[in-house]
């Protein structure tokens, strides 16, 4: 089976839909339109470059930590985001997020996740907890205080944010955490991981989010995806804490790793039985990073430009791994971490955008698939003697219309047959 015809052997639902008016009675024999209007898959990007734009700004704004548009490049990309994507991952780094013990930026970020949801796009926050990026005040305090404020900063944050943040990544890269050094300072998350250990300050985490919000989506991320992870899964699965779903990161500035190599790490994560979240992706479209280069951080460049032929291999490899993530049932979501090249991590031109906001082939390739190849556009079917029609799409929200009036329904694998009445 081919990547394409695996994608719609997994994805793509026959359902049974009932047009009923607004007396009950059948729309019998009766022409009707029916269009999605959203996935359920969640195609992600990072919303970092629309947190001032949503506020407002004027001018360079504050610095947007891994990527991120001045809110005047940002308006031209707001049409480029909406026409894709359905999940923003909004920064929640915490020494950005909160430079001065108690004064968190919580309205900023507010506004933010409320533009997005206006727009109707679902929102993730990042990171809860990670030891990269922790607050210098936070280093000054004593160990059981340290607990305590993480503790408190894990149920400040979803607290403020229940109804605005669907889903969290809960802990950010645990199997480093307790070793990580940094020569300049040192790290208090690391601190508090080594005392305790790994998978209490993982129940720490997952425990203080979900005894907040309950309702909320809890993601365990990393980006080593070995063998060590994997034994962390276990063990915290094993202690019964409650993990949601999985992340992955797949920054791939050394090259496309390929269907093979992509399907075995889906393969490994998935025998867990929870969704697989592929949090952090990127395909280069310039030169490659060095094959020698272990750390992503320490390749340090002057200009690192996007390339024709660079261009044109990003949009083949979005393609090619895209198809090969949604192939596997056990995918959930896939989030690209950058719209465009400017601001983006590292310097790369891992953006969908150039940085003066003109498409590259990759978008192009990729709203191919999100809204052409993987999208029910506006279908005419009509409806036998008892009002059924049976509609061949994939899962999501979807409107029906017929004689004068719309109504939304949803599709789902759970869900095959829908009764809709028309207002």
Known sequence: MTPDTAVHAVRS?????????????????????????RHEFAFGNIGF???????QEQGAGRENVFGGADPAAAGRLEELFLDVFNTATLPFYWAGFEPAEGRPDTARLQAAARWFR???????????VWHTLAPDWLREHTD??????????????VSSFAGLVDTWDAINEVVIMPVFSNEERQNAITRLCRRIGRIPTIRLAFEEAHGTDPATTLVLNDFNLGTAYECLIEGVLEAGVQVDAIGLQSHMHQGYWGEERTQEVCDR??????????????LVAGDLMPAEIVDLNDHQVDEWPSTPAGEQRQAEDVVRHYRTL?????????????????GAW????????????????AYDALRGLVKEEWWLAPTRLRTDGEGRVAVRGWAGDYAVSAAGGTASWQLRADAPTAVVTLP
Do not use: M
Request: glycine share 8%; charged share 25%.
């Open 13 to 37: 639902i026959d359902a049974t839909l009932t047009v009923r008016r607004p007396d009950g009675s059948p729309c019998a024999d009766t022409e009707v339109l029916v269009e999605q209007t």
């Open 49 to 55: 470059d629309f947190v001032g734009l949503a506020n």
């Open 269 to 282: 994560f998935a025998r867990y039985g929870l969704p697989l979240h592929w949090t952090e992706t990127t």
């Open 144 to 157: 059981a205080e340290v607990e305590e404020i993480v503790r408190a900063r894990v149920r400040r944050e």
């Open 326 to 342: 949604l192939a596997h049932p056990a995918v959930q979501a896939v989030t690209y971490w950058g719209i465009t090249d400017q």
């Open 118 to 128: 206006d727009r109707g796009v679902a929102v993730k926050g990042h990171p809860l």
């Open 346 to 361: 590292l310097g790369a031109p891992a953006g969908l955008v150039r940085a003066d906001g003109t498409p590259k082939p």
